[in-house]
């Protein structure tokens, strides 16, 4: 299911239909927005592989009615042996995106997981034990699945680069044969690791037996990541940026996340749309879009990074002065040169609201399919790449250092507007969540879309991501013809790809109004589904 088709009072929106099931259950049983969102999590850990898993990050927004949103920041940093130096000594002279020298940055999300049923039972009256929020989870890894087109797809197109990795194969590979859609997947090992955090805690991935199994074995694997990496690490707080726009206030995560650039899209936009307004879905407006995205990129690109070594507040470029000097610097007839580098990526986005208005707005990541590639034995746990957006020049803006966070696309968004609605959404797609975000929200917020129309209109991307390997402008075939000659009659380097293409992210949107009714919307791009009740 794709959309609820009439309100509810609560649900969740996943892009595997049945992480979504896993926290509607919850919603059903009197759990709260958090208690449903670590329960899709843990699901879609198991089910979608090749996007998210334990050995991830992950990102949070929380907000309750009439509260400001709390964030959580659950990225690991560098470990304390991934230096410059360890790489010149194995005769790297760039960090690698797989194997064990890209494991190199501690697995934040179990700890995120922690700090929010913490605030949970103390905010938010949790009652739901772990075994409970876990227990779906278990099942799809102990009992399996069917197997998505989606993770069929990447295990076979990326396998040069991951068979070699230890323990893909034995994983993802059961009897050397390569998964078929529609087949059932199991993942015991995996089944036993969520089986021992729910019967002894979520803190035994960082200081537990399962820890020391962890480090012992990404060690043998040849990453610098040891117990103690993992044991000093905890999941934090964060305050989240906002913005002030027309139709209301927009929150997003701080650096190391690039939360500041899908604000500031929307930020240019709204004051291009105030100035010279738009019809949705022409021309111009996909033309002031994707010169606002320009313009924000190029000021990510200069300022986000690791909060501890920020060259400048980032604050200061959501300040109205700053969003009128750059939307001043937007040219109606002609696109701005173009490209700049870029990023791939592949994350889930969830979210929940529950029957008390609470939501949450939660992305979870590997960094690129299946991330490392790197599965530990006896646990099966993929680590993440995250690391590998380090740079190894000493002048770099995100140069690596121990104990330093890479930067991160993950960016989950949340939106109060002065109508009383409640916007929660996201995407995965690196490059393109920003985009996708800026998409999504002006089509519900400005141009009054419902939610299953904002979600499945065709989309665009500009630059690489996940699936594109090329800096075009890359628009949906389901675009009008015209409107892709009048792009191209702007300078645009237009791109025409399939429809309802992956590369363009997995988008959910969920909408509170005022009444306390709720909307959702999943990807048809996606293995996605909405659930509530």
């Avoid at 992480?19 to 999590?41: D, F, H, Q």
């Avoid at 087949?183 to 090992?189: G, I, M, N």
């Avoid at 609605?421 to 999504?440: D, I, K, N, S, W």
């Avoid at 665009?460 to 675009?479: H, I, N, Q, S, V």
Wanted: proline letters at 8%; aromatic letters at 6%; hydrophobic letters at 45%.
């Amino acid at each position: 299911m794709l959309a609820n088709d009439t309100p509810l009072r609560a649900a969740v929106s996943a892009p595997h239909h049945l992480a979504a099931e896993a926290g509607a259950g919850v919603l059903r049983e009197g759990g709260n927005a958090i208690e449903a969102m670590v329960a899709a999590a843990a699901a879609i850990a198991v089910v979608y592989p090749h996007m998210n898993g334990l050995g991830g990050d992950s990102f949070w927004l929380l907000r309750e009615p009439g509260r400001a949103p709390l964030g959580i920041e659950a990225c690991g940093p560098a470990a304390v042996g991934a230096t410059p130096a360890w790489y010149r000594d194995r005769g790297l002279t760039v960090i690698p995106s797989r194997g064990g020298a890209a494991a190199n940055t501690v697995a934040g999300t179990v700890a995120g997981w922690q700090v929010a049923l913490a605030l949970s039972r103390s905010q938010w009256s949790g009652r739901l034990p772990l075994h409970r929020l876990l227990a779906p989870a278990v099942a799809h890894a102990r009992e399996g699945y069917p197997m998505t087109h989606s993770q069929a797809e990447a295990t076979r197109d990326k396998h040069p680069e991951l068979g070699p990795q230890p323990g893909f194969d034995a994983q993802y590979l059961p009897g050397g044969a390569f998964p078929v859609p529609g087949e059932t997947f199991r993942q015991p090992e995996l089944a036993s690791t969520l089986e021992r955090l729910a019967a002894v805690g979520l803190a035994d991935f960082y200081s537990g037996e399962l820890a020391q199994a962890l480090g012992e074995g990404l060690a043998e694997a040849g990453s610098p990541i040891r117990a103690p990496d993992l044991a000093g690490y905890a999941a934090r707080r964060v305050a989240p940026l906002n913005m002030r726009h027309s139709l209301g206030t927009l929150w997003n995560m701080p650096p190391p996340t690039q939360g500041l650039a899908s604000l500031m899209i929307l930020g240019v936009f709204d004051r291009l749309q105030r100035r010279h307004p738009v019809a949705a879905e022409s021309a111009e407006w996909l033309h002031a879009m994707v010169e606002a995205v320009k313009q924000a990129f190029l000021v990510r690109d200069r300022v986000v990074t690791d909060p501890a070594y920020l060259p400048e507040d980032p604050a200061q470029w959501l300040k109205p002065e700053a969003l009128d000097a750059l939307a001043d610097r937007v040219d109606w007839s002609r696109a701005l040169a173009w490209p700049q580098p870029a990023s791939p990526g592949d994350t889930v986005w969830l979210g929940a609201i529950d029957a008390e208005g609470r939501c949450v707005s939660f992305i979870q990541s590997l960094f690129h399919e299946f991330g490392s590639g790197v599965v530990v034995p006896d646990t099966g746990v993929i680590w993440q790449n995250r690391g590998c957006s380090f740079s190894l020049a000493p002048d770099a803006l995100n140069d690596l250092k121990p104990g330093r966070r890479p930067f991160h696309t993950l960016n989950p968004a949340l939106a109060v507007l002065d109508d009383g609605r409640t916007l929660v959404y996201g995407t995965m797609g690196g490059e393109g969540q920003p985009q996708t975000q800026a998409a999504v929200f002006t089509r519900v917020a400005l141009y009054g879309q419902s939610p299953e129309q904002a979600v499945a209109s065709p989309r665009w991307l500009l630059g690489r991501t996940w699936g594109a390997g090329t800096d075009t402008l890359k628009l949906e075939a389901d675009f009008p013809p015209e409107l892709v000659e009048a792009l191209r009659g702007r300078g645009h380097d237009v791109e025409v790809v399939p429809p309802r293409n992956s590369a363009m992210g997995h988008a959910g949107l969920l909408v509170r109004d005022r009444a306390g009714h709720v909307r959702a919307a999943s990807d048809p791009r996606s293995d996605g589904g909405v659930a509530g009740l």
